[in-house]
């Protein structure tokens, strides 16, 4: 199985600030890498999917980089909303896993 | 508008089957993967599988030998079957749709199935 591992593991962060997460593939994924938000009590939802491109209906504020193992979500400017864990997940092969997800708290 | 509604029991004793249904609502069904992934409190998510819409299946290894997924074409609906449970296997269960690449762009509102004697 492919390990997906992310970091950090939680995250404190202000409204407007710059945000990025890291994911890291235990080996070569291309650019199958997709990016997860969620809040409490509800499913995920699709961020971002092959590593880069941006769902449609989610604000321009997120973006995400990457190729072969390491890849990152940005938030370029906190919102209220975002507070949530996101998880990256790789869907290179199966079966598909995710990482660990990462908790981004108020500060 | 792409809707997945599940249902299914939700507490279950040790060595029972869970067994869970999802319908699909507002897309075609034979162009997409079918998956089931579950997620422990408090924990991360985990893929059970997926199957498609001529009920070929692709299972996670560590599930496998305990998990069944069928479908049912005629009303747009897919099922998951999970043998043998114990506590461990307490989790919130998601049914979702998944792409030819494997990216699960819709889900359903989650069930929460406990194991407890």
């Known amino acids: 199985d492919i390990q997906m591992t992310q970091s950090p593991s939680s995250l404190s962060a202000s409204v407007g600030d710059r945000v990025t997460i890291t994911c890291r593939a235990s080996q070569n994924i291309a650019n199958y890498l997709n990016w997860y938000q969620q809040k409490p009590r509800k499913a995920p939802k699709l961020l971002i999917y092959a590593a880069s491109s941006l769902q449609s209906g989610v604000p321009s504020r997120f973006s995400g980089s990457g190729s072969g193992t390491d890849f990152t979500l940005t938030i370029s400017s906190l919102q209220p909303e975002d507070f949530a864990t996101y998880y990256c997940q790789q869907s290179y092969s199966t079966p598909i896993t995710f990482g660990q997800g990462t908790r981004l708290e108020i500060k | 508008q792409v809707q997945l509604q599940q249902w299914g029991a939700g507490l279950l004793k040790p060595s029972e089957t869970v067994s869970l249904t999802c319908a699909v609502y507002g897309t075609s069904f034979s162009d997409f993967y079918w998956s089931w992934i579950r997620q422990p409190p408090g924990k991360g998510l985990e893929w059970i599988g997926e199957i498609n819409h001529s009920g070929s299946t692709n299972y996670n290894p560590s599930l496998k030998s305990r998990v069944t997924m069928s479908l049912d074409t005629s009303k747009n609906q897919f099922s998951l079957n999970l043998s043998s449970v114990t506590a461990a296997d307490t989790a919130v269960y998601y049914c979702?749709?998944?792409?030819?690449?494997?990216?699960?762009?819709?889900w359903g509102q989650g069930t929460l199935v406990t194991v407890s004697s």
């Open positions: 979702a749709r998944g792409d030819p690449s494997m990216i699960q762009d819709y």
